[in-house]
């Protein structure tokens, strides 16, 4: 909004002016009826304009114009009188007027033209003003830079030079205006100088500082670095602007850093042969650390994404050790069943489903434990866990290799294609009644979640999709009516191979979605005559997660061989081979600065060594299959390893839960953090309550806690005074039968570690 201040004698047109100007809210008005009361204004508010009539008594417009810039006000000011004269015009545009705006003629022009003409003086002085704020800015920050910013002209002479060239440098201020800046140049450099400003005024230059030497003014020479900019062409600059600052600490430090390193590579070389072959095997161990390091990060992100796979998809995983007993039932399965999985794992299948001896399962496993992939064909089963339902799955079993190459066991993906049965057979009788209802088709076709697309089966043009292969494609359905099925494909010639030889089910297609994703399909197709015309209907199924999952399994196996690859026993040996050449080092005559390399050697072996027996605890993570497990018996177990007198309580009864067997060594962790970091912790409580269907074990203590920044952080590896493996490795353990766990105590009231249990995963033993 504007705040306009209008100087009239007039209170009739006052009050006008204010009620027209003020209609569109784009304005505010303060009217008054002389200069002298205007005055009186302008020294208590603020204003973005000044209006003033020119006739008035006592002080009239000009003379008020006059004061007001008298007093240093620069406020835009427009003279609106009924007074004509040339000389009225001349005068208060001498006298510093913005503009001038006579009165009379149509009210309704007249008042627009003075509303545009209040706008226009007021943008003119605000950008006046910014442009005058931003010079000053601008013009303080050169002046006070710590670093030399010159400009340079087109014939690379110094048209400008901060005032810290003069600090810098020494020579007076200005001096160097006009010379050409590689005179100054050390002339060992100045030839590559030369080249790297040319590439900067050919803008070939990419920002690379560069570094030389240039002369100060005592003769003296002095490291610098510099970086140009072509602004050549750029209005108030039209040069090269080269930003220079000293370096010569730095190279100081660059020389005395390489003086040291040179002395330090002489000492090594005066080593013995015995040192160089530790150093060459120490080297060779601490390759295969970093490689071990790598490996098992990959795999653990492998696993975890995996986990994440398993846990989530909606196709059920299944995995089989080498007599084809059950390892691995994901939480799919567990739905599609009816059956947990601790009733499964450990079990061959068929003695949990005996209705499966009688299908092609049985063979599909023993294929692909001999080296097969093999696909059953659609399987019906009767769930009686379900009450009779009946579903159809089809299985995809692949062998599953160990590190050397032989078949551990099998991989199975089942996939429930009850829906898809349903829809292929709604699909026949919808195809056989068409000719008596195509209402009944209607209903059908849109009802189905699968994707159908009818289709003329002569020109393949689209003839009706449903709401689910819209959704599929990412297409209207007015936009897949102006298609044809060879648009969808990614594989056009091999869709029309399908269509002119009517194969009614193609296992794998790839199909393009409107945003450009290519995703697998499984199709069937069906032919037959509607209203004398002969159509296909196709029913489309997105293969991703199928292929996800296959992909993720087989990248997981790789991973997995690749780190049980590198074994810890040869690792161990070739670490004990170390220390005893380390040692047999020590005892001989050897100066002050090898014993204390040697001194610092032996620690960083010993580290080694603990590390990677540490992990040694850890070797059974997630191989062994889950089972029930004692919460209070467990946890009471991991609190007996401890000598203290600090007290714990449990208070889980007969609670059990499906956890890998690894659980004592999370109590483990959960005490050992609580005695280690707790401070002044004098009990441990364990307990549980329920949040909806999932079961929460609080393991808290009264002791320090954990502050907001480490919360984020605890679980995190490397994280801890200790080893900081240890609540990495609980959460990992935990994560296996899909137990989360997270930190929400309160900072000086104690910590509180919360352990979910998803259901089936607990049970309470009578």
């Not at 503009?99 to 309704?108: A, C, D, E, I, R």
């Not at 003769?219 to 750029?234: A, K, R």
């Not at 004098?682 to 269907?693: F, H, I, S």
């Not at 000086?748 to 309470?764: E, I, M, S, T």
Request: aromatic share 8%; proline share 3%; hydrophobic share 40%.
């Amino acid at each position: 909004m504007i705040h306009v201040l209008y100087v009239d004698d007039e209170p009739a047109l006052l009050e006008l002016t204010k009620l027209i100007l003020e209609h569109d809210g784009e304005f505010s008005v303060d009217p008054v009826v002389s200069a002298e009361e205007a005055l009186g204004l302008l020294r208590d508010h603020d204003y973005d304009a000044i209006v003033s009539d020119y006739q008035m008594p006592g002080m009239n417009g000009i003379e008020f114009l006059k004061h007001i810039r008298l007093s240093g006000n620069t406020l835009p000011f427009l003279i609106f009188t009924g007074k004509g004269r040339e000389e009225v015009v001349i005068e208060a545009i001498n006298s510093g007027a913005d503009s001038y705006l006579q009165k009379g003629g149509n009210p309704q022009s007249q008042f627009a033209e003075l509303a545009l003409k209040i706008q226009q003086i007021v943008r003119r002085s605000r950008a006046e003003r910014a442009l005058r704020e931003a010079e000053a800015r601008y013009r303080a920050i050169f002046q006070n830079a710590s670093d030399i910013i010159r400009v340079l002209d087109r014939d690379c002479k110094v048209v400008y030079d901060s005032p810290s060239s003069s600090k810098i440098l020494g020579y007076p201020a200005g001096s160097l205006i006009g010379k050409n800046p590689l005179e100054y140049v050390h002339p060992d450099d100045r030839k590559r100088i030369a080249a790297d400003l040319e590439l900067v005024y050919k803008n070939k230059s990419h920002g690379v500082p560069s570094e030389f030497r240039i002369r100060t003014v005592d003769g003296n020479y002095i490291w610098v670095e510099s970086v140009g900019v072509n602004l050549i062409g750029v209005e108030g600059v039209d040069g090269v602007v080269a930003t220079t600052r000293p370096i010569t600490e730095r190279k100081k430090a660059e020389e005395q850093l390489k003086k040291k390193h040179e002395e330090l590579y002489a000492a090594f070389e005066r080593l013995t042969v015995t040192e160089e072959e530790l150093r060459q095997n120490y080297d060779d161990l601490a390759k295969s650390e970093r490689r071990l390091a790598e490996s098992e990060h990959n795999v653990r992100a492998s696993e975890s994404f995996l986990k994440c796979l398993i846990t989530d998809v909606r196709e059920g995983i299944v995995a089989f050790d080498a007599n084809l007993r059950v390892t691995l039932w994901n939480p799919f399965m567990e739905d599609l069943t009816g059956i947990p999985a601790g009733e499964v794992i450990g079990k061959q299948l068929g003695e949990s489903f005996s209705i499966l001896n009688d299908t092609e399962i049985p063979r599909t496993l023993k294929c692909a434990l001999a080296g097969e992939t093999v696909e059953t064909p659609d399987i019906p089963l009767n769930l009686i866990i379900k009450k009779e339902k009946k579903i159809w799955i089809r299985g995809i079993a692949s062998p599953l290799y160990n590190h050397d190459g032989t078949i551990m066991g099998v991989i199975g993906v089942v996939l429930d294609i009850t829906a898809r049965k349903d829809a292929e057979l709604a699909l026949v009788t919808t195809t056989r009644d068409l000719h008596e209802s195509e209402e009944k088709y209607r209903n059908v076709f849109e009802a189905k979640i699968d994707p159908l697309i009818l289709a003329d089966a002569e020109t393949w043009a689209i003839l009706d999709p449903n709401l689910a292969a819209s959704e599929l494609y990412g297409y209207s359905r007015e936009e897949m009516l102006q298609m044809t099925l060879l648009d969808l494909s990614t594989e056009p010639e091999k869709t029309k191979e399908v269509l002119d030889r009517q194969i009614p089910r193609v296992s794998l297609r790839y199909h393009r979605k409107n945003d450009g994703t290519v995703f697998p399909a499984d199709i069937a197709l069906a032919y037959f005559t509607l209203k004398g015309r002969s159509v296909l209907i196709l029913s489309i199924r997105d293969l991703t997660g199928v292929q996800q999952i296959g992909d993720a399994l087989r990248i997981a196996n790789v991973k997995l061989n690749l780190l049980i690859g590198v074994t810890r026993h040869d690792v161990l040996n070739s670490l004990t081979v170390l220390l005893a050449y380390n040692g047999f080092i020590r005892e001989r005559e050897v100066g002050d600065a090898t014993r204390e390399i040697l001194e610092k050697q032996q620690k960083a072996l010993f580290a080694i060594r603990s590390q990677i027996e540490f992990t040694r605890a850890y070797d059974d993570l997630g191989v062994k299959s889950p089972l029930w497990q004692h919460v209070g018996n467990t946890a009471s177990r991991a609190y007996a390893q401890f000598i203290n007198t600090i007290s714990f309580t449990c208070e889980t009864g007969d609670l059990e839960i499906y956890a890998d067997p690894m659980l004592e060594k999370v109590f483990y962790n959960l005490f050992d953090n609580a005695f280690r970091y707790g401070e002044d912790v004098t009990k441990v409580r364990l307990y549980g309550a329920m949040d909806g269907t999932d079961l929460l074990l609080f393991f808290e203590d009264n002791g320090i806690g954990i502050s907001e920044i480490d919360k984020a952080r605890i679980f995190s590896r490397g994280i801890g005074k200790n080893t900081g493996l240890g609540l990495f490795l609980t959460r990992e353990i935990l994560a296996i039968t899909r137990i989360g766990i997270t930190e929400n105590g309160g900072f000086r009231k104690g910590a509180r570690f919360v352990l979910r249990v998803p259901r089936g995963a607990y049970r309470l033993m009578k």
